[in-house]
């Protein structure tokens, strides 16, 4: 009898052991996969953040391809549209010359028309040029505002002098910076006092009008008389014939105008910085004599961002920078007959 009793409980009590250990068993290594699994969900987080982080850095990197891209297709339309200027004024300058020359315009020395611009004549000054340097002519349009002392403080730093074609209207307030340009060895230059170009470019005299309201401003705050000036929109703007008849006049009163041939591209505002940089040091190497056309006016922060980058590349490439003055070699779209 006891023996029948042990076996049944014996088996019993082996059967209950082996499905506890088993179950003891089970539970251990449900608990190792749940660790494992759980391992394996941070890696996955982790990952997932970093593929998230590079898909922004990309999103963020082909936004300002986007820009850069819109930036380049608006230098190559102002290029264009300077190259088309050009073959128009190479077409059309025979027929000028003869309208202009029947036309007779000028306050010529020998005429006995009173001039009513007695004080507009340039005052010029010789620097002279060292041969077999290179030099970068630096200019700035649109000014004075509240980036030029920024601007000016960059060049300073790189021992470098530029060219200022300043606007009198809506720049008032920045005045005090005319002497800046002046004192920091820099050449001070004319653009016009208004920049309107349905203004100034109506006639001759509409022109000299405006262009001495700027003369008298920078000559009372200066106390000097620039002789260097550059048309709105360059030479090729306006009607050739009144433009012709202002190179002129302008000529004979002693004023030189300068165009440029590197354009930074900074006239638009989709213009990006690496737009600029890459615009001018791409240009510039294929270019002698470089007259680089920036704009210091309010708002042109992209052209103050690639200041310090331009000045090294060119400082870098061996390029001095100067200013301009009467005796620089002129570059000209339309040029003085
Ligand atoms: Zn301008």
């Not at 009372?220 to 306006?238: A, K, V």
């Amino acid at each position: 009898m006891k023996k029948r009793t042990f076996i049944p409980v014996f088996a019993c009590t082996a059967l209950f052991l082996c499905i506890c250990g088993f179950l003891g068993f089970q539970y251990q290594d449900l608990d190792g996969r749940y660790q494992s699994l759980e391992a394996k969900a941070a890696q996955l987080e982790k990952n997932n953040s970093g593929l998230n982080e590079k898909l922004e850095d990309s999103a963020a990197q082909l936004e300002e391809k986007e820009k850069y891209i819109e930036g380049q297709k608006d230098f190559i339309s102002e290029l264009s549209e300077q190259m088309q200027c050009l073959g128009e004024e190479g077409s059309g300058e025979g027929s000028e010359e003869d309208s202009s020359s029947s036309q007779g315009y000028g306050y010529s020395s020998s005429s006995s028309e009173e001039d009513p611009y007695p004080n507009l004549y340039a005052d010029k000054e010789e620097t002279p040029m060292q041969s077999g340097q290179k030099y970068v002519y630096l200019t700035f349009d649109d000014g004075p505002s509240d980036l030029t002392p920024k601007v000016l403080d960059l060049l300073d730093q790189y021992n470098a002098h530029a060219t200022f074609f300043v606007v009198g209207k809506n720049n008032e307030e920045y005045a005090e910076y005319l002497s800046d340009i002046v004192e920091r060895g820099h050449t001070l230059a004319l653009h016009s006092y208004s920049h309107d170009y349905s203004q100034i470019y109506r006639s001759r005299d509409a022109f000299l009008e405006d262009y001495e309201k700027v003369y008298d401003w920078v000559y009372q705050q200066t106390g000097y008389s620039p002789c260097l000036y550059r048309f709105p929109g360059g030479s090729n703007n306006g009607s050739s014939y009144v433009v012709n008849s202002i190179i002129e006049e302008m000529g004979r009163r002693g004023f030189t105008h300068f165009d440029w041939n590197v354009s930074s591209g900074d006239g638009s505002n989709l213009t990006t910085s690496q737009n600029i940089i890459d615009n001018i040091c791409t240009t510039i190497k294929y270019v002698e004599n470089p007259v680089v056309l920036m704009h210091d006016g309010s708002g042109k922060n992209a052209t103050l961002a690639a200041l310090p980058t331009v000045l090294q590349k060119l400082s870098d490439a061996g390029y001095e920078f100067r200013s301009l003055d009467q005796h620089s070699e002129p570059v000209q779209y339309r040029e003085e007959k």
